[in-house]
T-cell receptor, first 114, second 110 residues
């Protein structure tokens, strides 16, 4: 399809629980990016993939965050043992050629940790 | 440290006014600068600027990049209430990640 599909739209987890977010990129886009938007406007880059390979993971908190993009499956972002500070909107974006032609963002998953 | 700074952080104007939003940056390995509009959900793409001095236009919106002075501006003429949104400036650097500014929140009143 022509949109980046993120599921679920909302997710509520108790502190210490696991959270798993999904992203289906636009067909034919080989790059996938995850961003975290805390508060209103603070976007933070987490990780990117080129097909199923990690391209850049410099923004990933290594201890509790992991991500995968496997063939023929939606990409996923998993947070083990969530903390209150993980509450944010997580955006996925995809691109056909790195960022050279811009990205298309999904609608985001709002994670609330209580 | 890389940074992208937008100003003003918020702005209230009347319909019909013209606004100029600013974005300055200090980013190593700069590739291009992008502007996005964010209403309730996903940022939507407005412009990508790679070369200095070339204005990009789309309807009432236009943008230009100055790579010598390291800034960009986004102009909106004849503003409408539908232009109310957060406007995000982001710099694409090597590795293809985007470094975002904090955004300018624009409110256009009738």
């Amino acid at each position: 399809g022509e949109e980046v599909a993120q599921t679920p739209k909302h997710l509520v987890r108790g502190e210490g629980q696991k959270a798993k977010l999904y992203c289906a990129p636009i067909k034919g886009h080989s790059y996938v990016f995850w961003y975290q938007q805390v508060l209103k406007n603070e976007f933070k880059f987490l990780i990117s993939f080129q097909n199923e390979n990690v391209f850049d993971e410099t923004g990933m908190p290594k201890e509790r965050f992991s991500a995968k993009c496997l063939p023929n499956s939606p990409c996923s972002l998993e947070i083990q043992a969530t903390k209150l500070e993980d509450s944010a909107v997580y955006f996925c974006a995809s691109s056909p050629a790195g960022g050279l032609y811009g990205y298309t963002f999904g609608s985001g998953t709002r994670l609330t940790v209580v | 440290e890389d940074k992208v700074v937008q100003s003003p952080l918020s702005l209230v104007v009347h319909e019909g006014d013209t606004v100029t939003l600013n974005c300055s940056y200090e980013v190593t390995n700069f590739r291009s600068l992008l502007w996005y509009k964010q209403e309730k959900k996903a940022p939507t793409f407005l412009f990508m600027l790679t070369s200095s001095g070339i204005e990009k236009k789309s309807g009432r919106l236009s943008s230009i990049l100055d790579k010598k002075e390291l800034f960009s501006i986004l102009n909106i003429t004849a503003t409408q209430t539908g232009d109310s949104a957060v406007y995000l400036c982001a710099v694409l650097y090597s590795g293809y990640a985007l470094n975002f500014g904090k955004g300018t929140s624009l409110l256009v009143t009738p």
